[in-house]
């Protein structure tokens, strides 16, 4: 039998979820009315909405402790309101006691400005919180010491700040700042001991012949201070650079102004663009960090996407005796240029008894699931909003799914490292759960944290290795190599390499990699494929910890199952999203097939709309008609409605343009509608939905020709 790593398998919940597919109303080959919209919309930009009084304030209050990713994305949003809830973001990201109702740090830093403000700046056109000493005050806190030196006849003003570091962000344990005002005039500046040296703080002698050189202006300083001169030097306690400038103080200057990004995670901003639309205003102020882990492995063939999150904080609510919380997932997919390629809502409800909770309440949840996707380069938004704890989390992140290699080559899959694996029940084999593989189910974390002295688990699927080949049969080894040092901290054998059920092209690989004479740090697992002479043919890596001391690092996970690939929930998800990459005949083969496994409405609808964006509108229309006449749809009604347009059988198409227009305004349908009657020669009619869509959306210049159109028509009567 297969002994447990690290910790016994976690128990694995599976959720009833409720999925809300969202497809578009057309496919790109569209008739004219449709291609005005579309002409329309991308000259209808929106305008950028004027920067108010308040936020310009609070960006130059933050500019200190602003992330250059918090700048940028706060530069890039185009309205106020967007831009206020991401000023919610940055004050509940820095928020050092979040459970209280106060935000101290916020309240800490304005007070910092309210100071500066008052007590700098007198000599100069800026607040007193934009100048050099008000930087460094509102960024770095009142020093330890603050020595004035403006009485002396013979340096310039000068203040000297002695701070104690904060070593963990990589400054030294105490450091000077020494600020000064050049030859008396303006505002005090941040002095530079290596730019500019310690003439630049002596005042030069009236009619004295004696040229100021370092020597002689480092005496001076000794006059009023030995504590100043040696400042002057380096900004280094205790360094005794000889007269000469200490590039440390540089390194110094560096480290206090890098310091908001190491100290302040900016992780919310990298996804904020494209989350604040999906988050409601009560929920803005409550982000929780998580870590996540994205993978692409094969199932019979076809890439699944797997994914595990795991929130740094899970709040559940007592209902009944029991703890619960309801959760709402948003998948997102976006090709290259920013446009949709899949988007899903999943509602997740959670319900723990009260001893479930209590036994797993120090070990992290973790949200594991899969999905099919179609080859492609993507960009991945992945929210997951607690609806009960009204608090989410979210991260953005690039996903290549490769294509099918045709030419057999050797390939090896991202290796997943495991804590423990568990058989899969004989009759759920044929089922798909997130990192299960071959009737087994391997136990990961987000984090790739593993306890001291414990074993981690690898497994990879390799590709087109089992064959003889010229380099014989491959063999199979991970190493474990330092982050910090690049030495190796061990080489294991991955021994177990057994071909997959479901894909006689792919072996599926695991070993065991020992942790016991691993010291506690940062490693990277290289796993190779090796010809018989020992040559490294094929490479993958993944990073993992090992941690200085044991701590619960098995999550709680929940995890949805699947039915068998090919089956017509992931059919329908693939045929979506060849569908939205405008692919129609690839879209029209995949969904054909999920139809002919279970007949499924929006299958069904979903061909339609290919079948009218190949040009086959008859075919569109007798998938469509059928359909409408069981569920009377109003995305079915437009899809009728453009068939009908298509093969110029405009009365039938305003059957459903009518009831269409009667239930709600949308400016496609307004348009296709104005088409039609134009066809018909009614010109009158069409001029009044023409206005009523110009109304709506001004910038259509193709339904502006229109209008005109229709305009000499009624003129020639």
């Known amino acids: 039998g297969e002994a447990a790593i690290c910790q016994g398998p976690a128990p694995v919940l599976s959720y009833p979820l409720k999925v ?62 967007d831009r206020a809830k991401f000023v919610r973001f940055f004050w509940r990201m820095r928020d050092t006691q979040p459970d209280t109702e106060a935000n101290e740090f916020r309240k800490e830093y304005e007070e910092r400005v309210r100071y500066a403000d008052q007590n700098f700046g007198h000599f100069s056109p800026k607040r007193g919180s934009q100048t050099d000493r008000g930087y460094y005050y509102v960024l770095l806190g009142p020093p330890l010491e603050r020595t004035r030196y403006t009485t002396q006849s013979f340096i310039w003003p000068l203040e000297l700040w002695f701070y104690k ?10 450091f000077y700042l020494l600020f000064y005002q050049p030859e008396g005039l303006g505002d005090f500046r941040l002095y530079s001991p290596t730019v500019e040296g310690p003439e630049k703080l002596v005042v030069p002698a009236l009619g004295n012949a004696q040229q100021l050189t370092r020597t002689n202006a480092l005496s001076t300083l000794k006059d009023a201070s030995p504590e100043l001169a040696n400042a002057a030097l380096s900004y280094l306690p205790g360094e005794v650079p000889y007269d000469v400038a200490s590039f440390s103080s540089d390194s110094i200057i560096a480290s206090v102004r890098g310091l908001p990004e190491k100290k302040f995670s900016s992780t919310y901003a990298r996804s904020y663009l494209a989350f604040k639309d999906y988050v409601e205003t009560d929920y803005t102020d409550n982000f929780i ?69 209590r036994d797993h309440a120090r070990r992290r949840f973790a949200f594991q699931d899969l999905m099919a996707v179609a080859p492609g380069d993507y960009k991945a938004l992945f929210l997951l909003k607690n609806k009960t704890a009204r608090d989410f989390t979210s991260f953005e992140t690039a996903v290549s799914v490769p294509g099918t290699d045709a030419s057999g080559r050797p390939a090896l899959g991202p290796p997943l490292l495991y804590y423990a694996r568990s058989p899969v029940a004989e009759s759920q084999k044929r089922n798909l ?84 004479d691993v010291k506690p740090g940062y490693y990277r697992a290289d796993v190779t494929a090796r010809s018989r002479d020992g040559r490294v043919l094929l490479t993958e890596k ?66 339609a709309k290919a079948l009218y964006g190949l040009g086959s509108y008859r075919e569109s229309l007798d998938l469509a008609v059928p359909l409408y006449g069981r569920v009377p749809d109003r995305e079915t009604a437009k899809v009728i409605a453009l068939d009908h347009a298509a093969l110029k059988e405009y009365e039938a198409a305003l059957a459903y343009l009518d009831k269409l227009m009667s239930e709600a305004v949308e400016i496609p349908v307004l348009n296709l509608a104005a088409e039609c009657l134009l066809a018909l020669g009614r010109p009158d009619e069409a001029r009044p939905l023409i206005e009523k869509s110009l109304a709506l959306l001004p910038g259509q210049p193709a339904v502006k020709a229109m209008e005109e159109q229709a305009r000499k028509r009624i003129d020639q009567r």
């Open 542 to 607: 993944e990073n993992f910890v090992v941690l200085s001391q044991a701590a619960p690092v098995v999550p709680w996970a929940y995890a949805r199952l699947h039915g068998p690939y090919p089956g017509p929930e992931h059919l329908k998800a693939l045929g979506s999203q060849h569908f939205l990459k405008g692919d129609y005949g690839k879209a029209r083969e995949v969904l054909e097939g999920a139809v002919a496994l279970r007949d499924d409405p929006d299958a069904r609808l979903l061909l």
């Open 20 to 81: 809300q597919m969202r497809f578009p109303p057309t496919g790109r080959r569209l008739l004219g009315a449709v291609l005005v919209l579309l002409v329309a919309l991308a000259g209808a930009q929106a305008v950028d909405e004027k920067l108010s009084p308040e936020l310009a304030a609070w960006l130059e209050d933050v500019s200190p402790i602003l992330t250059k990713l918090e700048r940028s994305v706060f530069l890039k949003l185009r309205t106020n309101a």
């Open 165 to 174: 570091g904060a070593e963990e962000y990589g400054l030294p344990a105490y």
């Open 433 to 516: 759960k997130a990192f299960a593989f071959g009737g087994q189910h391997y136990l990961v974390g987000a984090r790739n944290e593993f306890p001291p002295a414990s074993t981690m688990g690898v497994f990879v699927q390799a590709r087109n290795t089992a064959g003889p080949g010229p380099d014989g049969p491959l063999a199979f080894r991970v190493e474990l190599v330092s982050l910090d040092t690049g030495e190796s901290a061990g080489s294991f054998p991955l021994d177990e390499a057994v071909p997959d059920p479901k894909d006689a092209s792919t072996l599926l690989v695991t070993g065991a990699a020992p942790l016991t």
């Open 289 to 357: 960090a998580s870590a996540f882990q994205i993978k692409v492995f094969r199932e019979a063939g076809q890439p699944f996407v797997h994914w595990a999150i795991e929130p740094d904080k899970m709040s559940f609510a007592e209902r009944d005796g029991r703890m619960s919380a309801s959760f709402e997932f948003i998948l997102r997919l976006e090709d290259g240029r920013g446009g949709l390629v899949h988007e899903k809502t999943e509602e997740i409800p959670l319900n723990l008894s009260p001893e479930q909770y």
